[in-house]
């Protein structure tokens, strides 16, 4: 029986409860450290894989023992003089954007999503591409808006309200558009510190002022889960970037089940949820190195 998108996005998103139901509230650590070590998965034709699909590709790069993060499509291989060998399963992914149709009936434009699923195979899967794998002393770092930023670098070039006050809370306020942390002397190690920070920041990218994500109102709400998890992927997205070990935080516990919930009932929040966390991702870093270059400057 043919794949169907449903059927790809259904198998991403049990794979990512399973990850959750093993590893709890800290299930996006092995996933970043993996990234960490051996850079994140992009195209043999020079793309970088981003939301959902990077997140998949990397979760199968760990079960298959694959150590480097080159993948491509049967004719892409083909099209570098690559092959793939015989026997070789590839791996479903999913593309998705928004396009604008005319209505037949109406005539009016509207926009409507575009889903599509490929198969793709990594490097070791082929022969021929021996001369595409990547040294492993340059995998961590494989983008140059990545180069030399530090944790620290990339949340002071925010200039975001960061508020340090004694106690157990770090919460984003979207009504005073502030960042509240407990002090850092209370963290039992400096990835505690970052991983948190970085999870709030995440939030802060969500403010109308910037990229406008809708919150939850109260714990327990859909849109809250949703949130709680493109903040958690943002995260684990920007610690991977500056090398900080993703370390679990126990009041996220409290989120797992109602995250599990809502990609169980439909699939295909998990790809927006990811879509939303790359793109915090991207807008925190883009910031981070377009400070950098002017310093530089």
């Not at 791996?91 to 198969?119: A, H, M, S």
């Not at 006050?165 to 505690?192: C, E, M, N, T, W």
């Not at 900080?244 to 989120?255: G, L, M």
Request: net charge negative.
């Amino acid at each position: 029986m043919a794949t169907t998108k449903q059927n790809v996005l259904e198998t991403i998103a049990t794979k990512v409860i399973e990850m959750m139901e093993e590893h709890g509230s800290g299930w996006t650590k092995p996933w970043s450290g993996f990234v960490s070590d051996h850079g994140a998965p992009r195209s043999g034709v020079g793309r970088r894989y981003t939301g959902i699909n990077s997140l998949w590709l990397t979760v199968e790069m760990m079960e298959r023992g694959y150590d480097q993060p080159i993948f491509a499509t049967f004719k892409q291989w083909q099209s570098l003089n690559a092959s793939v060998k015989k026997g070789e399963k590839g791996i479903p992914v999913v593309f998705f954007k928004k396009i604008d149709i005319e209505d037949k009936d109406t005539g009016e434009r509207k926009t409507i999503p575009l889903l599509k699923n490929f198969t793709v195979f990594n490097i070791d899967q082929v022969e021929g591409a021996d001369g595409m794998r990547i040294d492993g002393d340059a995998l961590p770092n494989d983008q140059e808006w990545m180069d030399d930023l530090t944790a620290e670098q990339i949340i002071e070039a925010q200039n975001a309200d960061i508020q340090h006050q004694a106690g157990d809370r770090a919460y984003f306020s979207r009504d005073l558009d502030h960042i509240v942390l407990p002090l850092k002397g209370q963290f039992a190690s400096s990835d505690g510190y970052y991983g948190t920070a970085f999870h709030e920041l995440t939030h802060w990218t969500g403010h109308k002022s910037r990229l406008d994500r809708t919150f939850g109102k109260r714990f327990g709400d859909e849109a809250y889960a949703f949130e709680e998890l493109v903040a958690e992927m943002g995260a684990a997205m920007l610690c991977a970037v500056s090398g900080v070990t993703v370390e679990p935080r126990p009041d996220h516990a409290k989120y797992l089940a109602s995250w599990i919930k809502a990609i169980k009932d439909d699939a295909s929040k998990l790809m927006t949820a990811a879509s939303m966390a790359e793109k915090a991702s991207m807008y925190i870093l883009e910031t981070a190195n377009q400070t950098q270059l002017v310093e530089a400057a």
